[in-house]
């Protein structure tokens, strides 16, 4: 009896989380509608709100910014708007903050996350997943001896919060294994091992 109430619960969580996680996401883009002026909002016309709407708009907004930011005339535009929120006193820091972190995770010239590499940490003979992120620059890189990398350490189940570290390049294993089998790996506690 145990057993098979464990075999549903298999079947069912991970069907469950994965629909509240979309219904999520699809719910808070389809709020993009709410930008439209009240009489071109397609449920005026129809009566009722189509579910996904919004994200259609979302996302062509998304690519229509994308597209303007690449000529020269959008990107002066983006780059007064920079200017005007490096102005403000607490937007700057939290503006600032997340543009770099978005610029080093979605940039396609960044190397962010881009290998995955097996460290001892947190102490010699414990091994764990970690993310090549690049090197050390600036005044640290003066202040390091030997030629080092810069990692991040994941945390299990949640990749979103870890550890930020220098390493020797000589006590970092590079993985031949992808970004996302090496998540996979990390979410699952080492449950889903990635394919050889």
């Known amino acids: 009896?145990?057993?098979?109430?464990?075999?549903?619960?298999?079947?069912?969580?991970?069907?469950?989380?994965?629909?509240?996680?979309?219904?999520?996401?699809?719910?808070?883009?389809?709020?993009?509608?709410?930008?439209?002026?009240?009489?071109?909002?397609p449920a005026k016309f129809i009566g009722f709100n189509i579910l996904g709407l919004g994200t259609i708009?979302?996302?062509?907004?998304?690519?229509?910014?994308g597209?303007?930011?690449?000529?020269?005339?959008?990107?002066?535009?983006?780059?007064?708007?920079?200017?005007?929120?490096?102005?403000?006193?607490v937007v700057k820091s939290i503006y600032s903050s997340v543009k770099q972190v978005s610029d080093t995770l979605f940039s396609s010239s960044g190397n962010a996350f881009r290998k995955a590499v097996l460290v001892q940490y947190p102490r010699q003979g414990s091994w764990t997943i970690a993310f090549l992120t690049g090197v050390p620059g600036g005044e640290v890189a003066h202040h390091l001896n030997d030629a080092f990398?810069?990692?991040?350490?994941?945390?299990?189940?949640?990749?979103?919060s870890g550890f930020f570290l220098m390493m020797p390049r000589s006590d970092v294993i590079e993985l031949e294994m992808s970004v996302d089998e090496a998540l996979k790996y990390i979410v699952s506690m080492g449950v889903v091992a990635p394919g050889q």
């Open 149 to 160: 990398v810069s990692i991040y350490v994941p945390t299990t189940p949640n990749p979103t």
């Open 1 to 41: 009896m145990r057993k098979y109430f464990i075999t549903g619960l298999l079947i069912w969580v991970p069907l469950a989380i994965t629909l509240w996680v979309l219904n999520l996401i699809i719910g808070t883009m389809d709020q993009s509608l709410l930008l439209l002026p009240e009489s071109w909002r």
């Open 67 to 89: 597209l303007a930011a690449h000529n020269f005339i959008g990107h002066q535009i983006v780059l007064w708007w920079e200017a005007l929120l490096s102005r403000i006193p």
């Open 57 to 65: 708009l979302t996302l062509v907004i998304v690519f229509v910014t």
